[in-house]
């Protein structure tokens, strides 16, 4: 579990570095078998979309991290990354907004941002 809570929170901080709109990260274990996670985050563009979802890979790559597939890249509108125990969501804003996930996963608990945002700057 501990690397679980490590690869969501490395996942969390390289979609940072690029600038992603409004992250979201649910603890989905509870209520489904398929995955520990889900990380919802949007892009400004097809193109933000496609180059987080390329960062996003080499960086996990990198630290040792291989998903297990990947698909939507081409397009650019939403992008599904699956690692396993978490599951990333990449979409460009107004496919975010119209297929709405944080709605459907009303139930999970949310995984509060601020507090890793205080680790990162060392006040937590």
């Known amino acids: 579990m501990q690397q679980t809570i490590y690869k969501a929170k490395l996942s969390l901080k390289i979609i940072k570095e690029r600038q992603a709109v409004d992250p979201v990260l649910f603890n989905v274990s509870e209520l489904t078998s398929i995955t520990d996670y889900f990380l919802i985050v949007g892009g400004n563009s ?65 995984v509060n941002l601020d507090d890793e945002q205080k680790e990162e700057n060392g006040q937590g």
């Open 46 to 110: 097809s193109r933000q979309v496609q180059a987080i979802t390329r960062d996003l890979r080499k960086k996990m790559r990198e630290n040792g991290f291989r998903p297990y597939g990947i698909e939507g890249e081409q397009e650019g509108r939403w992008v599904l990354m699956d690692y396993g125990d978490i599951v990333i969501h990449i979409f460009h804003q107004p496919y975010r907004e119209f297929y709405d996930l944080e709605g459907l996963w009303i139930e999970a608990p949310r």
